[in-house]
């Protein structure tokens, strides 16, 4: 989720099934002024969800945005059998290894078919993965450094960050210091990350003799109402955990969707005029030797669920 801030809320039913809530409390108001960083993450999440169920034997029912008349009830989620899509069941390992690596990746290329998977399972899932190369992704990465740029010069922005990365100890979120590279010496072609205050991350000894292989990816869509950028999420995760299972690294960069300019500039010169960028993704091989990441940090059940008879901690999502 956007800055780990994990926006969400579940309740489960008596039938047993699962609600998805969005949490408003954690929109990012300035970062994310239209929400769609929070529609994302709550997606990637229920696509989680639906993989674990997966995972241990069960088929599930997805059904998006079942209340029109609350906005913040954004799926239901009913098991219905024990005959889950194997295809999502391969996917269940791989959501406790993924992690996002935002260091520098390994010189060796990634192959055309291994891209080629990615791009099958955002097709799988209503959206559009496409590989961004030659001249058109140098021009991605001055998109990229351009949103951060302007970014910075949004009033609010910098308090907001330096909330999220300044946690207090066991809050169980935020973008943690140890999970963030700091500057450092960049070649030409290098994919800048989002700057924050207080990055401990190094990169791995001896990367910076060698060319990162990076692939840059836009996810997009062919609409932009809640219900696309909620199946985008899905795609997100889909597309996340399968890179995980086949070894890859990947880094999820919003930024440059955040900002109107930037992401005009992306749907115009990079994906197409008549689609909506919802994601930019970096993949590629993890550095050689690179150290093993920290687990970011998740907030414990009783803060983000809701049983029968059982309220979750802090306002009902259902009153929302």
Not at 50 to 64: D, E, R
Not at 131 to 154: C, F, K, N, P
Not at 298 to 306: E, G, I, M, S
């Amino acid at each position: 989720s956007v800055y780990n801030s994990q926006p969400w809320r579940w309740r489960i039913s008596a039938t047993g099934g699962v609600d998805l809530y969005a949490d408003p409390d954690r929109h990012l108001i300035t970062t994310d002024s239209q929400g769609r960083d929070l529609l994302l993450s709550c997606g990637a999440a229920l696509h989680h969800l639906t993989v674990a169920l997966a995972g241990l034997g069960w088929a599930t029912v997805t059904t998006p945005l079942p209340d029109p008349e609350n906005l913040n009830h954004l799926a239901r989620v009913q098991p219905h059998g024990p005959t889950p899509d194997p295809g999502a069941a391969r996917l269940a390992p791989a959501i406790q290894r993924r992690h996002t690596d935002r260091r520098r990746f390994s010189p060796a290329p990634v192959p055309t078919e291994v891209l080629d998977a990615l791009i099958e399972q955002a097709t799988a899932h209503g959206a559009e993965l496409r590989a961004v190369t030659d001249a058109a992704r140098g021009h991605l990465i001055e998109i990229i450094t351009a949103s951060a740029t302007l970014q910075q010069q949004q009033l609010g922005y910098a308090a907001e960050l330096a909330q999220w990365t300044s946690r207090y100890a066991h809050s169980g979120d935020g973008i943690q210091p140890g999970s963030v590279v700091g500057p450092g010496v960049d070649r030409p072609g290098d994919v800048p990350m989002r700057p924050t205050p207080h990055p401990e991350l190094t990169q791995p000894p001896h990367s910076f003799q060698h060319l990162d292989a990076s692939v840059l990816m836009v996810l997009s869509t062919d609409s932009d109402d809640r219900r696309a950028v909620l199946g985008a999420g899905e795609a997100m995760s889909a597309v996340l955990l399968t890179a995980t299972n086949l070894g890859l690294a990947t880094t999820p960069l919003s930024q440059p969707l955040e900002i109107d300019q930037t992401r005009t500039a992306i749907s115009t010169h990079i994906v197409d005029p008549e689609r909506f960028p919802q994601l930019v993704l970096r993949v590629g091989w993890p550095y050689p030797g690179a150290p093993e990441l920290p687990l970011s940090p998740r907030r414990t059940l009783d803060f983000v669920l809701q049983s029968p008879g059982r309220s979750a901690v802090g306002q009902d999502p259902l009153s929302r």
